[in-house]
């Protein structure tokens, strides 16, 4: 073999080992990108579970503390209920007090439209009881149409029409009791203007 042939022999092993060499290191480069591949996705993978982890906690955290709204719904029920029976059994005293001693039919009437101001406000508690109820512990009570609450604007809407009934009702029995002059002019402004503004505020407020 000439010198020129094992020269050329001598390089085409070197390349040849060189090339083998180079193979290795790209497979082992292949081979570090693929674990770390997997590594960075075992790790995303980790922190997403985590974090649905925690997010099903805190749900299930202010899911129960929900029914913290319970307890003012209760206190408002029995109130409404405490009221409007000790309304209920003095209008039957009164009753009998006018039967007995045959009073006048002024004074018993205007005694009722007083019971019924106390009636209504007792309606407002139940209503108020009610809703938060409805709103904050179950929504499976059986309620007519009228009394569904979806939100805390219907809320709302019922208790500004009970309270301007209450109103009138109030405004009335002050007539009723002899009211009359500057007081009266006053009292029937203050009534008109709290009726109004409360009408503007469901209309433009709530409604909107």
Wanted: hydrophobic share 50%.
């Amino acid at each position: 073999m000439s010198r020129k042939a094992a020269h050329r022999a001598s390089f085409d092993r070197k390349g040849f080992f060189m090339g083998d060499q180079s193979n290795e290191q790209t497979a082992s480069l292949s081979d570090s990108q693929n674990s770390a591949e997997s590594m960075s996705e075992s790790a995303l993978q980790e922190h997403l579970e985590r974090r649905q982890k925690h997010q099903t906690t805190a749900r299930k955290i202010t899911g129960w503390t929900r029914f913290i709204a319970g307890l003012p719904a209760v206190g408002l029920f029995l109130s409404a209920i405490v009221m409007a029976v000790v309304t209920f059994l003095n209008m039957i005293e009164k009753t009998f007090e006018f039967i007995i001693e045959a009073g006048s039919p002024l004074t018993l009437a205007t005694e009722y439209i007083e019971y019924a101001d106390i009636f209504l406000l007792a309606v407002v508690l139940y209503i108020m009881a009610l809703g938060l109820f409805t709103l904050f512990v179950t929504d499976k009570i059986p309620l007519p149409g009228w009394l569904k609450f979806n939100d805390f604007d219907d809320l709302k809407e019922r208790l500004v029409s009970v309270i301007c009934v209450m109103l009138g009702v109030s405004f009335l029995g002050s007539v009723m009791q002899g009211a009359s002059g500057i007081d009266l002019l006053w009292l029937s402004i203050a009534t008109a203007v709290v009726v109004l503004a409360m009408t503007i505020f469901v209309k433009f407020v709530i409604k909107d």
